[in-house]
């Protein structure tokens, strides 16, 4: 008697279960992090489902202006605790003037804004507060609140599920893969 272990086709149908998986935990923490954002805001977002490549399983959201302001908030009401805060004010998108999250206007001459278009500035209000005219949006946290529970903590929900998937398949569905050639 030869045992015999089709590893492609067990590798082939786990890969399968981790796809089904990422999928899933996509739509989640992509529902977990929209909450409070209006239609503008998600549909800023790029969700892209799980792809197999070279030994790699990826899926993300990719976040776009919008929904990152909706998330973290903007002006003097943006969450300074954003991890991603000193990246954008060491951009070319932050405001050079701007000393503080508070909106103040912009020197005279042309900008790419935030949402990579490009803009003019007269330069008339240049360092003055412009929240007035361009009210903080208050954070929501969603992105935030999602990336604790799914990605950043040292246990995540991420790593629970594909444990359980893991265990569930080598319990169930590994044994489907070993087969007697008789000789």
Known sequence: MVLRFDVGAC???LFEKIIQLADALID?????STQGMKDPEKKSIDKKYAQYAEGVVKAQI???ALAIMRSYGTGSAMDTTNP???????SHWWN???KTTEIVGRPAGEYINILGQKAVS???MEGRSLEEKFSPIQPTNGISRMEQ???RNQYTKVDSEFQRVVKEFLENEMHKFFYNTGG
């Open 11 to 13: 590798m082939k149908a």
């Open 28 to 32: 989640e923490m992509y529902a977990d």
């Open 62 to 64: 990719v976040y776009g």
């Open 84 to 90: 991603y805060l000193q990246d954008y004010m060491s």
């Open 96 to 98: 050079p003037v701007r």
């Open 122 to 124: 007269s330069g008339r």
């Open 149 to 151: 529970r799914y990605i």
